[in-house]
């Protein structure tokens, strides 16, 4: 039951005007606590004190009188100072005991123990010379003794005056006083749980007005300006929050252009498909060449399709998350030969030379179907972008961290305002030139994709009309980041084995 209630606690989780409260709580109680108990103790104590010293004095006073007359000497005993005896036991709601050198009760307030013997501890020590007071607080009195000398010159000790008081009135007193300061506690009480109450809500203000903010987003409403200043915390939250969503929208606004740009792409061919038909079919007494003419134009604008929708399908898939590398080692020098033994015939047609400058051998983990395609698009474009007799030069190199690719052309270039956009889906400087060379404008972007699932980077350096320099840098050993495997053999049906294969 007990953890049925705390696993209820941990998933809704407690206010945090709850702790707040319970904090302003104790910090204001703790203080006031100790403070009365104190008060309360030292108030009662020095009210005995006071009784003590109060009683003390008029037994002097009469001790010092009964000295002088002779008290403890039967013969000149003074009935005044029996009197006196009797009303400062009453004043005081006590008893007053005269004890002569034999420690016999000579006198007795209550009447009771005239002729006994009285032995107690302070008339012992009184007899010695020290006199002093006893408070037994638990029988609620105190007792006090105090010495009784001859009127010879040495001061003996004639006697001992025992005076003994209730203090029971004064606890009493105590007592009332301390209820009256209760109330005023209680009341004080009930004042600080409504300021904790208060103080606790007015500090949790800015995090509720923040959670408004923040459920207004959540209803989907992204245009919302979240700023809450009022402390560092809120005001980290809110730029955090604010950051985030400008994220979300900028993937929103890319989702949207993503989706106008493969709309506009995929139907470009067929409305190149549809203006051939018509024509052919508007047309009479077609000459078979004619036909044939447009219908290579036709099976071209097809094939222009399923290349787009290849490519769209192999950059959605890697996309997904599910998207795995089938990762294993690889002789680079390998792979990178035989791209360029496969891209050599296209080479030769546009009349470009295609070197490969192998620093030292290289093998690597990675994925060979992925990697092959990322630098089949990077090698394929410096010969598609390059001039007549122009040269592509491949090299790789490696450090004891990353092997590196490097695709240098002596093509067409880019210029620098393009640069940082050719890696973006559907990217293209000049559109017509791309077209006339098969291109979908997806190539850099899967190449980019490729690249950074195997953690590596890709760095363009071009000048327009000199040629340009495509850098890749791939860590030589795979490590997966935590959560993701890197050795499912999916890579196969994601990627086309051959792209951009048709020239
Ligand atoms: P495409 O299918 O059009 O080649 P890519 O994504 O491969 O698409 O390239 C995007 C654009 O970048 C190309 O259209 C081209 O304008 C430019 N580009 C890519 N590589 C080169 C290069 N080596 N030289 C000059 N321009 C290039």
């Known amino acids: 039951m007990l953890g049925f209630i705390k696993e209820k606690k941990r998933k809704h989780g407690v206010s945090m005007k709850v702790p707040l409260f319970l904090l302003f709580l104790f910090i204001g109680f703790l203080p006031m606590f100790v403070l009365g108990k104190l008060t309360d103790r030292s108030f009662r104590q020095t009210q005995i004190d006071s009784r003590v010293i109060e009683v003390q004095n008029q037994c002097l006073i009469v001790s010092n009188k009964m000295s002088r007359v002779g008290y403890m000497n039967e013969d000149s005993r003074d009935s005044t100072v029996d009197v006196e005896l009797d009303t400062i036991a009453d004043i005081f709601n006590g008893r007053i005991v005269v004890v002569n050198k034999n420690f016999k009760v000579i006198k007795d307030t209550f009447r009771l123990a005239e002729g006994r013997t009285h032995v107690a501890e302070e008339v012992i020590r009184c007899f010695q010379g020290e006199s002093g007071s006893r408070l037994e607080r638990d029988k609620h009195y105190f007792a006090l003794a105090v010495p009784i000398y001859d009127n010879t010159e040495e001061k003996n000790i004639d006697g001992v005056l025992v005076a003994t008081a209730s203090t029971e009135n004064l606890m009493d007193m105590a007592q009332r006083v301390s209820e009256k300061a209760s109330f005023f506690l209680l009341m004080t009480w009930w004042i600080l749980i409504l300021a904790a109450a208060v103080l606790s ?23 919302e300006v979240i700023s809450e200043n009022a402390y560092k915390e809120t005001r980290e939250i809110s730029a955090a929050v604010q950051n985030t969503m400008t994220k979300l929208k900028t993937v929103d606004q890319s989702r949207d252009e993503f989706v106008s740009n493969v709309s506009h792409e995929l139907k470009t061919p067929i409305t190149s498909i549809r203006v051939l038909a018509d024509s052919l079919m508007s047309m009479e007494d077609v000459p078979v060449e004619l036909y044939r003419e447009f219908m290579t134009d036709i099976s071209d604008e097809i094939d222009r399709e399923s290349k787009i929708i290849d490519d769209l399908l192999s950059l959605v898939k890697m996309d997904k998350s599910v998207a795995e590398l089938n990762v294993t080692q690889l002789d680079i020098n390998g792979l990178v030969q035989q791209i360029l033994k496969r891209l050599r015939p296209i080479a030769r047609r546009r009349n470009v030379e295609l070197i490969f400058e192998s620093i030292r051998e290289v093998t690597a983990d990675a994925d060979e179907v992925k990697l092959s395609l990322a630098i089949n698009n990077l090698v394929e474009n410096a010969i598609k972008y390059n001039v007549e007799g122009g040269w592509v030069r491949v090299t790789l190199d490696a450090d004891h961290k990353f092997f590196f690719v490097k695709v240098s052309d002596s093509g067409i270039g880019i210029p620098e305002e393009f640069q940082e956009h050719v890696f973006e889906r559907f990217y293209r400087v000049d559109k017509a030139r791309s077209r006339e060379t098969g291109g979908t404008g997806l190539g850099l972007a899967i190449t980019r994709k490729v690249i950074l699932m195997h953690h590596g980077a890709v760095r363009l350096a071009s ?17 997966p980041y935590s959560g993701q495997s890197g ?7 994601t990627l086309p084995r051959s792209h951009k294969s048709k020239r």
């Open 463 to 479: 000048k327009e009309g000199e040629g340009s320099t495509f850098t890749v840098r791939i860590p030589l050993n795979y490590i």
């Open 487 to 493: 050795t499912n053999a999916s890579s196969d049906e």
């Open 201 to 223: 809500v007015v500090l949790m203000g800015p995090f509720a007005r923040l959670q408004k903010m923040l459920n207004r987003v959540a209803e989907g409403n992204l245009d």
